[in-house]
């Protein structure tokens, strides 16, 4: 099904809201003096520079912008767009320098990316709402209908020279990596869990790969997560290490953690915690399935 291009950018900002979740949740935690893992975050402002700024941002200078002035339509609007693409991106720098182990360590550099993230989800929350409700429906209004549905085609075109075939897509699972963060929020939509689980804090973590298929859990399926601190010897739980969550059963071995799959293929994986950044991220409570 072709996609026109107001609705191909209203679908990229889909991506940028889950982002400013990301930074929300981060914010808190940062706020609260509460764990975060660095590379979840790292790895989410990198969509935002790779996916959000550097093509998004630049599809909207590079197609929208132009037209806009040269039919003399919404110019204050657009004069502040490229005012915020530009703050944007200065924050985004400092979020990506700050998004490292060593500085979340530091008080003067957490208050720092807090404050880098906080000022971007400020701008850019009314930044996209103002688009997708103003400029974006406005567009069709100042071109021929041929050269809108040419630049839907050169959209697209651009979206898979710089994100491959499956762009879109790709980057959408790029950021569902990013969950040790958001919780229950993932790029398929949300779970509504219900009732099933009630009691205490639960979240969705989606399974990559098959190393937990003789407990049941297959690649693909949704792991459901109640939020603790720590897991009794055995008990399969969600283990993150350097910000990579990883679901195993965990047995903890005076000053190492050893993570056991639920495959014969694979051999458990001790980890030393003198030397790895480890906590536990819940335990698996169920499993959610989605038949296709």
Do not use: C
Request: glycine letters at 10%; hydrophobic letters at 40%; proline letters at 4%.
């Amino acid at each position: 099904m072709e996609v026109s291009p107001a609705e191909d950018l209203m679908r990229e900002h889909g991506v940028l809201k889950r982002i400013l979740l990301v930074y929300g949740e981060a914010v808190r935690r940062l706020d609260a003096s509460e764990d975060l893992p660095p590379k979840a975050l790292a790895d989410a402002a990198g969509v935002i520079r790779s996916f959000i700024e550097d093509y998004h941002g630049k599809l909207e200078e590079d197609y929208l912008f132009p037209r806009f002035k040269k039919a003399n339509k919404l110019v204050d609007l657009v004069d502040v767009l490229i005012q915020q693409h530009r703050a944007g991106r200065q924050l985004t720098d400092i979020t990506l320098r700050l998004a490292t182990a060593q500085a979340i360590k530091s008080p003067d550099d957490r208050r720092a990316l807090s404050e880098s993230m906080r000022l971007f989800v400020r701008m850019f929350n009314p930044h996209e709402a103002r688009e997708d409700t103003v400029l974006f429906p406005a567009f069709r209004g100042i071109v021929s209908a041929n050269e809108y549905g040419a630049l839907g085609e050169d959209f697209e075109k651009r979206e898979h020279e710089l994100f491959g075939k499956d762009g879109f897509e790709e980057i959408v699972g790029r950021v569902a990596a990013g969950q040790p963060i958001t919780a229950i929020e993932n790029l398929d939509g949300y779970l509504e869990l219900g009732t099933l689980y009630a009691g205490g804090s639960h979240y969705a973590l989606r399974v990559q790969g098959d190393s937990m298929i003789d407990a049941g859990i297959w690649d693909g399926d949704y792991a459901i997560v109640r939020e603790q601190p720590s897991v009794d010897n055995g008990e399969i739980g969600v283990a993150i290490l350097d910000g990579d969550a990883t679901v195993k059963r965990i047995r903890r071995t005076g000053g190492y953690v050893d993570l056991i799959p639920a495959n014969e293929r694979y051999q458990p994986r001790r980890v030393d915690l003198s030397v790895t950044d480890f906590r536990i991220g819940g335990k698996v409570v169920g499993v959610h399935r989605v038949l296709r």
